[in-house]
């Protein structure tokens, strides 16, 4: 399965973005699907996954990031609404078939989207 991951762009703090996730070779069926961010000069770290049917968010952006996934196009999004100047990272979003007690860490997955860069200015 190839991840291609799209969306991100340059918003004002309090702004809203949009990511996707389009997978191709394959379908999201049986996988669980989840957005990560890596931002200068940490480590990636988790933001939202869903697994058979439930959705799980770090805490930093529960409340304001939606992941769902759309069966029709096998596509993922990541809705991002009142985005701070911490959201700015680079996004990718994943694939793969973790154990509940490792959705939340990258060697759950092992399908990788290229990342898109999301901006938030102050």
């Known amino acids: 399965v190839q991840l291609q991951a799209s969306g991100g762009g340059l918003v004002q703090t309090g702004g809203s973005l949009r990511l996707s996730c389009a997978a191709s070779?394959?379908?999201?069926?049986?996988?669980?699907v989840a957005w990560f961010r890596q931002a200068a000069g940490k480590e990636r770290e988790f933001v939202a996954t869903?697994?058979?049917?439930?959705?799980y968010y770090d805490d930093a952006v529960k409340g304001r990031f939606t992941i769902s996934v759309d069966g029709a196009t096998n596509t993922v999004h990541l809705q991002m609404n009142s985005l701070q100047p911490e959201d700015t990272a680079v996004y990718y979003c994943?694939?793969?078939?973790?154990?509940?007690?490792?959705?939340?860490?990258?060697?759950?997955?092992?399908?990788w989207g290229q990342g898109t860069q999301v901006t938030v200015s102050s």
């Open positions: 869903k697994r058979m049917g439930r959705t």
């Open positions: 994943a694939a793969g078939r973790p154990i509940l007690s490792t959705i939340s860490r990258t060697l759950g997955y092992g399908y």
């Open positions: 070779g394959g379908t999201f069926s049986g996988y669980t």
